[in-house]
């Protein structure tokens, strides 16, 4: 006997509760098998590039039909879109999370410049993004607006929203707040990110990350601290 092992289907005849829980039973999977396509499509751009990245390559990492897959994204160019997307929330979520905004401005800086340092200087998934995105510039546009977006120009918002927060408590001296976001992230990839970008060093350490960070902080408060 076959039995067909797939999504729920609400009956009618259900009472209403059975068939909301069979519908978030349904949303669940959908869900998680999405996570799953995102996880394994990184895996195989960050490996192949995107000239080298099929569908069939990615339902195999992910573990899913390929009917499954092409269900939630229609082709490549969508699929990467999404994993960019996916991928930059993740980090922009990291450098800037919730609860900075409890944090004081000497905190704060200190935690960004940290982690920010630490992406372009260690980061490899969003380090080889950059150079899909720079490489596929003239075939697929979408894709580097796409990591413009989501990440130089949502981030830098993310931060200048934090630097404006701290300059009406008082504690930065700062008008032109996504400048300022805008100095601050060029401070915090000196010396390690361009030479990653282009091939000509491997990551930075720990410490060397550090340095950077302690050196874009004292830099950034020498110019806007109070």
């Not at 609400?10 to 995102?38: C, F, G, H, Y």
């Not at 099929?54 to 939630?72: F, G, I, Q, W």
């Not at 409890?102 to 969003?126: P, S, Y």
């Not at 404006?164 to 930065?172: I, K, N, Q, S, T």
Request: glycine share 8%.
């Amino acid at each position: 006997m076959n039995l067909r092992v797939g999504f729920l289907k609400p009956n009618r005849l259900w009472p209403l509760s059975d068939r909301n829980e069979v519908e978030q039973m349904n949303k669940i999977t959908q869900t998680k098998k999405r996570a799953a396509i995102l996880a394994g499509a990184q895996r195989v751009f960050v490996r192949e590039g995107y000239e080298g990245t099929s569908m069939d390559a990615v339902a195999r990492e992910a573990k899913v039909a390929k009917p499954t897959l092409y269900n939630h994204f229609r082709d490549k160019n969508a699929l990467y879109v999404a994993v960019v997307e996916h991928s930059l929330t993740r980090v922009r979520s990291e450098i800037v999370p919730p609860e900075l905004r409890d944090m004081t401005a000497t905190e704060g800086l200190k935690v960004i410049t940290t982690r920010l340092a630490r992406m372009f200087g260690r980061d490899d998934d969003v380090l080889r993004l950059c150079r899909i995105c720079i490489g596929g510039f003239d075939r697929f546009p979408l894709a580097t607006s796409t990591f413009m977006y989501n990440g130089p120009q949502r981030g830098n918002r993310e931060v200048a929203s934090m630097i404006a927060l701290w300059a009406g408590r008082g504690e930065l001296a700062c008008d032109d707040h996504e400048l300022a976001a805008q100095q601050l992230g060029e401070l915090c990839k000196v010396g390690i990110f361009d030479p990653r970008l282009y091939g000509s060093r491997e990551k930075a350490s720990i410490d060397e990350c550090h340095r950077i960070a302690v050196a874009a902080y004292q830099t950034f408060m020498a110019r806007y601290g109070k």
